[in-house]
T-cell receptor, first 111, second 115 residues
Framework: DQQVKQNSPSLSVQEGRISILNCDYTNSMFDYFLWYKKYPAEGPTFLIS?????DKNEDGRFTVFLNKSAKHLSLHIVPSQPGDSAVYFC??????????FGTGTSLTVIP | DAGVTQSPTHLIKTRGQQVTLRCSPK?????VSWYQQALGQGPQFIFQYYEEEERQRGNFPDRFSGHQFPNYSSELNVNALLLGDSALYLC??????????????FGDGTRLSIL
């Protein structure tokens, strides 16, 4: 049973434009959400997180939005850069327990 | 400051064999988690170790076992290997003490291929 879902396997965006990556979850007990970026042949790199007490967290070009009623979170990258091209995973945890990962979205930023 | 290191990078085994993968956590981290990432999938949680004890376990059979040493490093052991065990095995470390919300830091993984 996939508790965290990323329904878009891939996304292409022009350099300088906004990239929006989406993630849905089913477990209402999740209280901590993260986004990871993964380049080929490397492990996932932590990007940004948000707790369930917030609905937005911003770090430079990256902003994560959380809509608890819809059980949906999204990652916005503005402006997108070619170096942002990677696979992005969202992950969720309940009360400090194990993390559940989505299947990833491959982002390509076109120069 | 070294991050999470895993060894070996790649490994080829045959069905029925046993394998041991190793992980050294990021400096200052006391908790190690192991994940299996099959092709085209996200990482799947295997188990987590803290204070040399298995703290949590995902939905993996007993063929998967682990260990954590006093220096916080960890091993993942898989017995009676199956073709379906072919995957990237990721180790992640974090600091449990202080709890709250803590991101995990990942190593680059061990690519295990079963022939």
């Amino acid at each position: 049973d996939q508790q965290v879902k990323q329904n878009s396997p891939s996304l292409s965006v022009q350099e300088g434009r906004i990239s929006i990556l989406n993630c849905d979850y089913t477990n209402s007990m999740f209280d901590y959400f993260l986004w990871y970026k993964k380049y080929p042949a490397e492990g996932p790199t932590f990007l940004i997180s948000i707790s369930s007490i917030k609905d937005k967290n911003e770090d430079g070009r990256f902003t994560v939005f959380l809509n608890k009623s819809a059980k949906h979170l999204s990652l916005h990258i503005v402006p997108s850069q070619p170096g942002d091209s990677a696979v992005y995973f969202c992950a969720a945890s309940a009360e400090g327990n194990q993390f559940y990962f989505g299947t990833g979205t491959s982002l390509t930023v076109i120069p | 400051d070294a991050g999470v290191t895993q060894s070996p990078t790649h490994l080829i085994k045959t069905r029925g064999q046993q394998v041991t993968l190793r992980c050294s956590p990021k400096s200052g981290h006391d908790t190690v988690s192991w994940y299996q990432q099959a092709l085209g999938q996200g990482p799947q949680f295997i188990f987590q170790y803290y204070e040399e004890e298995e703290r949590q376990r995902g939905n993996f059979p007993d063929r998967f076992s682990g260990h954590q040493f006093p220096n916080y490093s960890s091993e993942l052991n898989v017995n009676a290997l199956l073709l379906g065990d072919s995957a990237l095995y990721l180790c992640a470390s974090s600091q449990l003490a202080g709890a709250g919300w803590q991101p995990q830091h990942f190593g680059d993984g061990t690519r295990l291929s079963i022939l």
